[in-house]
């Protein structure tokens, strides 16, 4: 009987579900998910939602991981005992990666998982670059090995936005979210069109460069990178894409499932 998980990704600023079926213990495909549910770290999650989504499941395993370890801990403990009963993954030494930093404990948690759902679809022998954009934005290196080398990590539009307003004295707090919905005017013609300008370009070139400069020193020895593109603000690209990028929305989610199925302990009982 096949195993189906429901993944959760407790971020910086929200919470996410899914459900993932068709998974392979091999990184070597992608399971499908589907039913994503998503909540503000900060409010309860949509239990009635969740429960009218398992009512006709079976088999199915809770996971929890994330960036955000006091909300991985909030679930553990207030998860419901009518739910699939949850499971946290929180060591990184599980986790069907190799890592080649400095600092292997302090690598966010959802870098990876990304980075090992990424493995599973790029080409053998050849690297791989996520660029996940969340509350900040990471853009990390695969090598041809499948091996973690680190990345950049730099704000996101929110936390951009944010900064602008609060240290200076006049710029207001710009909506960012109106920047995932309408591609704003390169040259802006007043202070809020300016700061959108600066924002939504801004980011897109700093990725862009960074990506660039990534796929020069990983394809020194081999084919371009793959760009995998992820996470909230990945509209800003979506309806453009460059060559050699794809989209995939639930990236982490998919990588906490094919994580998952490497560490067989955490299965209890068949629910």
């Not at 959760?8 to 392979?24: F, M």
């Not at 996520?130 to 900040?136: P, R, S, Y």
Request: proline share 7%; with cysteine.
């Amino acid at each position: 009987m096949s195993i189906h998980i429901l993944a959760i990704d407790a971020g910086n600023t929200q919470i996410k579900l899914g459900i993932c079926r068709n998974i392979s213990s091999e990184t070597s495909q992608l399971p499908e998910c589907e039913g994503v549910l998503v909540a503000r770290r900060d409010e309860n999650l949509p239990w009635d939602v969740l429960r009218r989504q398992l009512e006709n499941e079976k088999n199915v395993r809770a996971i929890v991981t994330g960036s955000h370890p006091s909300t991985v801990r909030r679930l553990l403990e207030e998860w419901p005992e009518d739910l699939p009963p949850l499971h946290g993954l929180l060591d990184r030494s599980r986790l069907p990666i190799r890592l080649d930093v400095e600092f292997p404990d302090r690598v966010g948690i959802d870098r990876l998982l990304s980075c090992i759902a990424a493995n599973a679809l790029r080409p053998a022998n050849r690297p791989a670059i996520v660029v996940d954009t969340g509350t900040a934005v990471t853009v990390n290196a695969v090598s041809m090995e499948g091996t973690f080398c680190g990345g950049a990590i730099l704000p996101g539009l929110g936390l951009s936005a944010r900064a602008l307003h609060q240290y200076t004295a006049l710029l207001p707090e710009l909506d960012w979210q109106q920047l995932l919905v309408h591609e704003p005017d390169v040259v802006g013609r007043h202070t809020e069109a300016a700061i959108a300008s600066g924002l939504y370009w801004g980011l897109r070139g700093s990725v862009r460069e960074l990506v660039d400069q990534m796929g020069r020193e990983l394809g020194e020895q081999a084919e371009s990178p793959l760009v995998v593109l992820t996470g909230g603000a990945a509209r800003v690209w979506t309806h453009n894409l460059p060559d050699r990028w794809i989209y995939e929305p639930h990236l982490t989610l998919k990588g906490i499932a094919v994580a998952a199925m490497n560490v067989p302990e955490l299965f209890g009982p068949s629910s």
